[in-house]
């Protein structure tokens, strides 16, 4: 399974997974912007094999109606599915799906699994993409999960991005983190107020900024990486907790308490 990331907007990522670095077929992962999958695809002689969607917000399903019109103009007997939560509305969605759904695109060698993780959005989901034959798994986590941050509780309760949360750091700690925003740099300048103990994460910002200073990605990042690095789900180090009581002026009673202070805290950073 071959992944990568195009660039869109000021900071989004738009996923394209291919089987192999060497097959045309393609699927992408929140299309926000048809430009740059358009363009990739014509450059490159890339064939679309259906749309993945994890939440319902402009930056993630803007482009699908010019990027299936485009296709549909080229290939009109070449109908592209669209896969989605089946919690919110989603333009041309043909796939609605739920925790638990599975799906195979024909022909693929890879397995996709649905996790439902509401915070962000109360529909959203991602995908784990499973080899059939190879134990690396990739994770297309949309918003909710970023490289040392988590997405903003815009329709969402804490309770429910710490349990989103909780149920991704359960998968196989060399999963790929395929978030959609070039938000590392930003997110670990904030944990290194959040987890200040934590060499990790200096030792990690000194490998992203020389990542952005040569204009390369940050992402993807990957579960095990997470761990190490990312304040959300780090809610029980003692790191953590004793900044979160410099900032608020008293410890947080648990973990659920935790992560909302943090993302309290981060909102105003």
Same mark, same amino acid.
């Given at each position: ?116 993780? @509401? !915070? ?6 991602? &995908?784990?993409?499973?080899?059939? /034959?190879?134990?690396?798994? $990739? *994770? ?97 180090? @003692? !790191? ?6 410099? &900032?608020?002026?008293?410890?947080? /009673?648990?973990?659920?308490? $935790? *992560? ?10």
């Amino acid at each position: 399974m071959h992944t990568e990331a195009l660039a869109a907007f000021r900071d989004n990522y738009i996923w394209l997974i291919r089987p192999d670095a060497n097959d045309p077929r393609t699927l992408v992962v929140d299309p926000g912007d048809a430009a740059p999958v358009i363009d990739a695809f014509e450059r490159r002689g890339l064939e679309l094999r259906g749309i993945l969607v994890t939440h319902h917000h402009s930056d993630h399903v803007g482009g699908i109606t010019d990027l299936l019109q485009w296709w549909q103009a080229r290939h009109p007997a070449d109908a592209a599915p669209v896969w989605g939560p089946a919690g919110e509305a989603i333009p041309h969605r043909t796939q609605p799906l739920r925790e638990g759904d599975t799906f195979t695109p024909q022909g693929w060698p890879v397995r996709f699994e649905v996790l439902e993780v @509401p !915070g962000h959005t109360l529909g959203h989901i991602a &995908y784990v993409a499973r080899p059939l /034959q190879g134990d690396q798994a $990739a *994770l297309f986590c949309g918003d909710t999960l970023f490289s040392a941050g988590c997405g903003r509780l815009f329709e969402g309760t804490p309770a429910q991005m710490h349990h989103s949360l909780n149920k991704l750091m359960q998968l196989p700690e060399n999963t790929t983190v395929n978030c959609a925003h070039e938000y590392t740099l930003s997110n670990l300048q904030f944990a290194r107020s959040a987890d200040p103990m934590n060499e990790a994460v200096v030792a990690h910002q000194q490998r992203c900024l020389a990542l952005r200073a040569n204009g390369q990605p940050t992402l993807p990042s990957s579960i095990g990486l997470e761990k190490s690095i990312n304040p959300f789900v780090r809610t029980g180090e @003692p !790191g953590v907790l004793q900044a979160l009581e410099r &900032y608020r002026g008293q410890r947080p /009673q648990d973990a659920l308490q $935790a *992560l909302a202070w943090l993302r309290e805290w981060k909102n105003d950073f």
